[in-house]
């Protein structure tokens, strides 16, 4: 059943932050532009094909009436977020057969290609463009790549060629060795750290 995107906390707050024995409650958090968060990505994490959100960060705008759509339906609890735009960092380990094809056979793939890491942000439409600075950073801080990305309708699909075509401006694309090479060697070397910034509206590219 499709969300709505006045609905979209509401959604988040009733099924997905409880724990269970089987799975972990979503991390969430408030933040204000230009603020730091660091998500801690384990590779195992991933499963093949499948998207994994990594937290949800309740933006509280930049102070402008009528760039977000509030949301609706909160628990008297959570009211206070009304105002703010959740926010949803996203990974998913894939291949790029997989991108191409509606069968995909990730494990046959990534055996001869590797895998690819994608990670990106999305949220409820805005009223206009909203960027954040994305970086990987290893276990020590040291940061292995730093990019600004777009945050993206969470309703809506990007096309594949534009994608292929580098148009693209909301996602960042890993290969497996790219990311190993942020995770370092050692006996913690399957895990890295995604610092996510957001900026707000008059953020460039």
Known sequence: MAVEPSKLLQHLLNEHL?????????????VASGERSLLLLTQSQLKPGCDLCLGVLNWQGNGSGDLLEPQVDLPPRQQRLSGCLPVLAMACKTTWPALLSNTPQLQEDALSMGYLYLFWL???ATARPVYAKLALL?????CGLRVTRRLRNFAERVHIKEFL?????????????????ICGSGSESNACFLEIIIEGERAEL
């Open 165 to 181: 075509l580098g148009a693209d401006q909301f996602f960042i694309t890993l290969s497996q060795r790219q990311l190993q090479q």
């Open 138 to 142: 290893n276990r020590q801080l040291q």
């Open 18 to 30: 409880l724990e269970t024995p089987q799975a972990f409650g979503l991390r969430m958090r408030d």
């Open 122 to 124: 999305v949220a409820p």
